[in-house]
């Protein structure tokens, strides 16, 4: 199995910054893509940013300009840089890691804990 341990939330003022940071762990894995999703209070979870294997990423248009996703494959940690934090932008935050794991084959979509960010004054 692979287990995702997220760390870097927290109170942040408006216009502040952040990082959070997911690794992964586990015995005889790959990661394909690697993202954040994000969850506010009363809202569906929804997709912040995604990079793949091979470092493509994308972002919803909201943050857009102020977030930046990132990835360490020697350490199977993935970053978000949180820039310019807006109170909208509270919410719960999780990784997300889509992989295989080996010796049996198995395609592995994980998720991490939550990691809760706060944007206000």
């Known amino acids: 199995q692979v287990q995702l341990v997220e760390s870097g939330g927290g109170l942040v003022q408006p216009g502040g910054s952040l990082k959070l940071s997911c690794v992964a762990s586990?015995?005889?894995?790959?990661?394909?893509?690697m993202s954040w999703h994000r969850q506010g209070p009363g809202n569906e979870r929804e997709l912040v940013a995604r990079i793949s294997s091979s470092g493509t990423t994308n972002y919803t248009d909201s943050v857009k300009g102020r977030f930046t996703i990132s990835r360490d494959n020697g350490k199977n940690t993935v970053y978000l840089q949180m820039n310019s934090l807006k109170p909208e932008d509270t919410a719960a935050y999780y990784c997300?890691?889509?992989?295989?794991?080996?010796?049996?084959?198995?395609?592995?979509?994980?998720w991490g804990q939550g990691t809760l960010v706060t944007v206000s004054s």
């Open positions: 997300n890691v889509i992989g295989a794991i080996f010796f049996p084959f198995k395609l592995v979509n994980v």
């Open positions: 586990g015995r005889s894995f790959s990661i394909n893509s």
